[in-house]
């Protein structure tokens, strides 16, 4: 099943990577992109979605001072694939679903991937974004 044939129907598409991501790792617990360094404290880096046929994979970063602090979400996925448009950050891409919600998404390539951070209403500096960006590294489930 090719992710084109959901392309009307976010809400199946994730559903079919949550399905073959749960069989792929239902005794194991995988690696998931974390950054060393973050502008505000973390409470916890945590599982959002991902798809083991296409090594695409999704965090939240939930800050300590919720409501102070903005979430984000680091999504690590094909070069090739359409941009990540699931949940909240979809507002990135299409503001007018939501207009009172404020997401911006900052991307990279490390060949053959395309990296999204998205963080709800605050503008990180180019400085900024790159610190996380060489900060990134791996980990099995990380909770602070």
Known sequence: MGEDEFKDDPDALASA???????????DEPLLPYPDWW????????????????????????????GVDPE??????????????????????????DPDLIVHAYEWEERPWRWTVFVQRV???????????????WRRGWSL
């Open 123 to 137: 503008v990180l500096p180019a400085e900024v974004v790159d610190r996380v960006r060489k900060s990134m590294g």
């Open 17 to 27: 990577r949550e399905r073959r991501w749960t069989e792929r790792y239902q005794n």
């Open 39 to 66: 502008p505000w404290p973390l409470d916890e880096v945590a599982f959002r979605d991902g798809d083991p046929a296409t090594g695409m994979v999704a965090v939240d970063l939930l800050p300590v001072r919720d």
């Open 72 to 97: 984000a979400v680091i999504i690590r996925q094909p070069r090739v694939a359409p941009p990540f448009a699931y949940g909240w950050p979809r507002a990135a891409w299409y503001p007018e679903d």
